[in-house]
């Protein structure tokens, strides 16, 4: 149920977001479209609270990048995982412990021993580097394209992707950096929300053989998490099962 609540949560919120990244126009006047677009975002805070990060993050993504945004990502990315370490950040994920959206210390320390029983040792280590390493790579394309100022080629639309692409992964990634059970797992639930981005981003560079080498890197990754996952948990737990 929880899972099913996330996806339609992320899924309303970037509905929400393709009517401000290309609006559609009615008599010359995109403010119908500004309108239907905020109110999906701010709908799909009640089917699952952990929406608040797209919330905050989708509005930024609407103004482009340039060299100097680059730069301020990178001083100000130690400042974000010290503010997340901190008390602010444990006591806004413990602030209703009745509600499972966002996830209390205790719960999301139950939820880390039961990855760790299911994954151990170095298979963790793989599936960790498979399945958030494309992350990475399209985090650094991103970075490239901004500082050589290809960025600024790229349709209107696709740039409001990228961004969004951006400032999910470098949030999530100073989530996981930050210590403590609640923040790791808040980290998976929101690097997920980057997959739906990526691949529209990921549409227009395939589409133009744009930056060839870089995009098969990530598709590598990701073409090998899926093999991982299908290998490792039904063919391994099927034989420690049986």
């Not at 899972?3 to 899924?11: D, G, I, P």
């Not at 993504?61 to 444990?90: C, E, G, H, M, Q």
Request: glycine content about 4%.
């Amino acid at each position: 149920t929880c899972v099913s609540r996330v996806c339609l949560s992320y899924a309303l919120a970037f509905y929400g977001f393709s009517f401000l990244v290309k609006p559609i126009s009615r008599k010359g006047n995109n403010l119908f479209s500004y309108i239907i677009g905020t109110a999906l975002i701010i709908i799909s805070l009640f089917f699952h609270r952990s929406a608040l990060f797209l919330l905050l993050l989708l509005p930024l993504s609407l103004f482009n990048l340039n060299k100097r945004t680059i730069w301020l990502f990178v001083l100000a990315f130690p400042a974000i995982v010290v503010l997340i370490s901190t008390n602010v950040f444990d006591y806004i994920l413990n602030f209703d412990q009745t509600d499972s959206s966002l996830l209390d210390s205790e719960t999301a320390s139950l939820y880390l021993e039961s990855d760790k029983k299911r994954v151990v040792g170095l298979g963790q280590s793989i599936e960790f580097f498979f399945k958030y390493g494309s992350h990475v790579v399209m985090v650094l394309l991103i970075a490239k394209c901004i500082l050589s100022k290809a960025y600024q080629s790229w349709p209107t639309q696709i740039q409001k992707y990228a961004n969004a692409t951006l400032y999910i992964t470098v949030i999530a990634f100073a989530l996981y950096l930050a210590p403590g059970a609640s923040t790791y797992k808040t980290f998976e639930r929101l690097i997920a929300f980057a997959y739906v981005p990526e691949s529209f981003f990921m549409t227009h560079l395939l589409k133009n053989d744009y930056e060839k080498k870089i995009v098969n890197v990530f598709n590598l990754l990701i073409t090998a998490y899926i093999v991982y996952g299908a290998l490792y948990y039904n063919i391994y737990f099927g034989i420690v099962d049986f």
